[in-house]
């Protein structure tokens, strides 16, 4: 709707009064036309001016604006412009067929069986130039077999650094792989391939890693995530490895102290050494020994009764084909202190009892009371004296 003139009769009144101001007629007609001009002006402002849609565009718009489909899917792209000379059409693609209407092309594919392919939509513009407008084409497919392994490694392995070996078989696009490599549930790294080919390809990731014995018989395994962006599929396609067991080989470990305080045992009693070890494969024992004797291979060495000669350094060497451990014991004997107590107890009671005859020859004796021998007394109850009897 218009908007009102509120200023118009105004202005007819200055062309319809034949005075406008006092002046000469030229000078009052030039000034009531450019009044009314001015009016006029003014009364346009506001009115609803008429335009082209401000959301056409002058370029294609592309739904969706990447096609990301699995090889041997289905797929539809749309090409729309409005505002143009003509309709848009796809040119280049190899398969599936296009459809127009007006403004709009859209290219159906039943069955994706290309890895590179690149359709084009043209148009023209308002001034008839012909403009194209790429369509960004993504053909995927999930790994057809994932597997882990350790380098150069079947089962069994030694302890010390290693590198894991994720394989991944016919996938595409490599490039879109995530692969992650886990121990349990814990993951240990992710891995990328900078790869750039379309079409399926085997594929291998690498991860170092330090292995322990406590990694032994644990699971190790890979996944692979074939991310391809917010226009792929949705969860990302996910592939697992089967668990991988290792079998770690490690060196002797010592379940003792290496180095161990001098030992101390007394003549005469037992001797047992120990350098037990836990390794895989399990380790043998060797021993040095002060003086030449029966040998053993076992963990503990035992002596039944130390002598001095006994006395000295014992090496324990412990050993497997992975490595060697040693444990060094320094021994001390000591004398027995038994039999020179229990002389010294008896030498103290003859002592004792010599010294209290000693003492009864030399002081009681001569000065007893009475007189009267000590045999005699200890013999009296032997002397009898017969009393006569009345009848």
């Keep these: 709707m218009a908007a009102a003139v509120p200023n118009s009769a105004c202005a007819q009144r200055f062309f319809s009064q034949t005075t406008c101001f006092p002046g000469r007629q030229q000078q009052k007609m030039f000034f009531c036309f450019s009044l009314f001009i001015i009016f006029s002006m003014s009364s346009l402002h506001g009115l609803p001016v008429s ?139 992710d891995q990328r391939s900078t790869r750039t080919i379309k079409e399926p390809e085997s594929h291998n990731f690498t991860l170092s890693y330090n292995v322990t014995k406590e990694d032994s018989r644990a699971e190790f395994w890979c996944e692979t995530k074939l991310e391809l962006g917010p226009e792929g599929p949705q969860p990302p396609p996910v592939v697992e490895s089967a668990k991988f067991n290792p079998i770690v080989h490690y060196k002797p470990e010592l379940l003792v102290p290496a180095n161990p305080d001098p030992i101390i045992v007394t003549e005469g009693k037992t001797l047992q050494l120990n350098c037990s070890a836990e390794g895989n494969p399990s380790p043998f024992y060797t021993w040095e020994k002060p003086i030449d004797g029966s040998n053993t291979s076992s963990s503990v060495l035992t002596v039944g009764s130390v002598s001095f000669e006994h006395e000295g350094q014992y090496v324990c060497t412990v050993s ?30 003859v002592l004792m009892i010599v010294g209290g005859l000693m003492l009864y020859h030399f002081c009681y004796k001569p000065n007893r009371m009475g007189k009267y021998n000590l045999w005699n007394v200890l013999n009296m109850h032997r002397q009898h004296t017969a009393v006569p009897v009345k009848e």
């Design 51 to 189: 335009s082209s849609d401000s959301n056409c565009s002058v370029k294609a718009v592309l739904t969706p604006s990447t096609l990301v489909v699995r090889y041997g899917g289905s797929a539809n792209v749309t090409c729309e412009v409005c505002g143009l000379h003509g309709t848009p059409r796809f040119e280049r693609p190899s398969l599936g067929k296009v459809t127009k209407n007006n403004t709009r092309a859209v290219w159906m594919v039943d069955k994706m069986t290309e890895w590179d392919i690149s359709p084009l939509c043209f148009y023209e513009d308002s001034k008839g130039d012909q403009q194209t407008t790429n369509l960004p084409v993504v053909v995927y497919q999930p790994p057809e077999h994932v597997s882990i392994s350790f380098v150069d490694h079947n089962k069994t392995l030694k302890s010390g650094m290693h590198t894991l070996l994720c394989s991944v078989s016919n996938a595409a696009p490599v490039a879109g792989l995530v692969v992650t490599f886990y121990r349990g549930t814990t993951a240990l790294g």
């Design 320 to 349: 497997n084909y992975v490595g060697s451990v040693e444990v060094r014991f320094h021994v001390d004997v000591q004398v027995d202190p038994t039999p020179y107590i229990i002389a010294a107890a008896v030498f103290f009671v």
